[in-house]
């Protein structure tokens, strides 16, 4: 006879790259805790996604961010997990009917790393020289910076992406610190970039869970992990983002900032080729978050005009 103490109390969804599993390990810690149970009582199931399966080619040309949620949120939807735990920045901004990205854990270090083993910034490489990155804003960004590199497409987890750069597939690359960090491979990194000089995609840094709306017991639980701020970041963040029509086929970045109550956000858009850039700021309370996403992407949106994001 099972034992009543065997039987799962959430089901969690996830990736299974080690990335993802780490997160997924870190809201299953954190809800175990949060409701006095043993973690064995929630448990992990990793799904594969079509953006684990297509390796060959960059996603914006495969269908975008949606790839890697696509499995995991009909599997939530058939009621085969309770949750789903993703990156918010592999979140597109427009989810599937009936579910929810609304809480999230404390935010890590939004930045991006820059690792190399040929120069110690990205101002020191040699030029010609090749990153290599998958993310468009990361393209957009160095050619912005430096319109003399070449880019070439680095996909792959993140142990995958710096064993290539180790097999001379690139002269650098660019990784998220925050999944350095949780990999406990920070010490790879040759140098952090700052916010301010290399701003972040919309969500990096942040685990979001996503429940189905009616499923009002695991809401109620999810609820007891929410990290109020970075919610509210995230909600400037992904107004921006919806207002722009954001996906892995346009380069944008976005970090929002809490403080004191105040919220204070800045945003950018960067042609696909580096040539143009322009970006926008805004302050306000926290309790006007999406609205003041949104205004900025407003903006930009009217400042920029409709064929900024066509390649040339």
Same mark, same amino acid.
Not at 101 to 127: G, N, T, V, Y
Not at 146 to 174: H, M, Y
Not at 197 to 204: E, I, K, R
């Given at each position: ?57 960059? =996603? $914006?040309? @495969? #269908?975008? *961010?949606? &790839? ?8 939530? +939807? /058939? ?95 660019? =990784? $998220?610190? @925050? #999944?350095? *960090?949780? &990999? ?8 952090? +970039? /700052? ?98 996403? @949104? ?14 994001? /066509?390649?040339?």
């Amino acid at each position: 006879m099972t034992q009543p103490s065997k039987v799962p109390l959430l089901r969690i969804g996830t990736r299974g790259s080690p990335l993802a599993l780490a997160q997924a390990r870190e809201v299953q810690s954190r809800l175990a805790a949060a409701c006095g149970i043993a973690a064995e009582r929630i448990e992990i199931k990793t799904i594969r996604t079509t953006g684990d399966a297509v390796q060959d080619r960059p =996603l $914006a040309t @495969a #269908g975008g *961010k949606g &790839l890697f949620t696509k499995e995991i949120e009909e599997a939530l +939807l /058939a009621g085969s997990i309770d949750l789903a735990v993703h990156s918010s920045k592999d979140m597109p901004t427009v989810l599937p009917d009936g579910l929810l990205l609304d809480a999230f854990l404390p935010r890590e270090d939004p930045r991006d790393a820059f690792i190399s083993r040929k120069a110690k910034a990205l101002r020191d490489l040699p030029q010609g020289a090749v990153v290599g990155t998958a993310s468009l804003r990361r393209q957009a960004l160095v050619k912005h910076l430096r319109p003399d590199l070449k880019i070439a497409t680095l996909r792959g987890n993140v142990e995958t992406r710096l064993r290539k750069l180790d097999a001379g597939d690139a002269d650098a690359t660019l =990784l $998220a610190v @925050a #999944g350095l *960090k949780r &990999l406990g491979l920070l010490g790879a990194a040759t140098m952090i +970039l /700052a916010i301010d000089a290399f701003l972040p995609a919309v969500g990096q840094g942040a685990i979001g869970i996503e429940t189905r709306a009616d499923d009002e017991a695991t809401r109620a639980l999810v609820t007891r992990i929410n990290d109020a701020d970075t919610a509210m970041a995230l909600a400037a963040e992904r107004a921006f983002l919806a207002v722009l029509d954001g996906s892995c086929r346009t380069p944008i970045a976005g970090h929002a900032r809490v403080s004191d109550g105040t919220l204070r956000f800045r945003g950018m858009i960067v042609r696909p080729d580096g040539s143009e850039a322009h970006e926008a700021t805004r302050e306000g309370r926290c309790a006007a978050a999406a609205a003041i996403g @949104a205004d900025a992407g407003r903006e930009l949106k009217d400042r920029a005009g409709p064929d900024f994001f /066509a390649q040339g």
